[in-house]
């Protein structure tokens, strides 16, 4: 394995300087057929443009973490269709959004290969941004299986051990702690939950974004345990 280490930019990612980029990958990449370029940073058109140009032998791959309309939409996928399909540009905030999308269709076009994490994923990029199916791979989040001293308790030695009660029904919360994740909307879904199931708790492992989150909360507090950042061999 090699490493290649570049020095920061003063404003800017690397990734925004193809052209220098492009003078050490020449020096030490040779482009042959059994070359991959795997990419995950969006927006990177311009050094995709790179890649492409100088490593014509070369395959890359993108794989796409995230898509700049799923946060202004709160992934409604609907409302991008429409943005696009009436292109009704009257606002500065849908015509950046306009232009960031077209730039990831650019994207996806110029690459051999793109990986998506979910179904919604794989749908959108055939049915709204257009691209070829066959280039497509779904590829779903997992955890991997690792032997573990919890695996080897049963479910009651489990609750005695985190003096969780038998009967309490546990509703389990693992991701990030911001609004586009949909935190908020789960809390207040857990307080009409808990009027008909007072038996019940939601637990909430992970970082917090922000203090917001937190204020969803009323009549259902003592219902739901914050856990915080948990390792994966904690959790």
Known sequence: IKYMFFPEFPCRNFLDYPQIIDKFFRLYIEDTQDNIFSINHSPCISFLKMLRHSYPLS????????????SPFWGDYKKLHLLIKKRKN????????????????????????????SQSTYHT???????????????????AKCSSQLYTLSKAELRK???????????LFVGRLSKTKGIEAL????????????QVRLLIA???????CYYPINKAVTRVTWLGQLSSNAL
């Open 59 to 70: 395959k890359i791959i993108f794989t796409i973490h995230n898509q700049s309309w799923t």
């Open 90 to 117: 009257n606002t500065e905030s849908n015509k950046f959004l306009l232009k960031y999308v077209n730039e990831e269709k650019n994207m996806y076009e110029l690459v051999d290969v793109v990986i998506c994490l």
């Open 187 to 198: 809390i207040q879904a857990f307080e009409y939950v808990v009027k008909d199931i007072p």
């Open 161 to 171: 051990q985190y003096a969780i009660d038998e009967q309490e029904k546990l509703i």
């Open 125 to 143: 990029l055939i049915d709204i941004y257009r691209i070829n199916q066959d280039k497509i791979y779904l590829i779903p989040n997992g955890l």
């Open 206 to 212: 992970g970082c917090t974004i922000n203090h917001s």
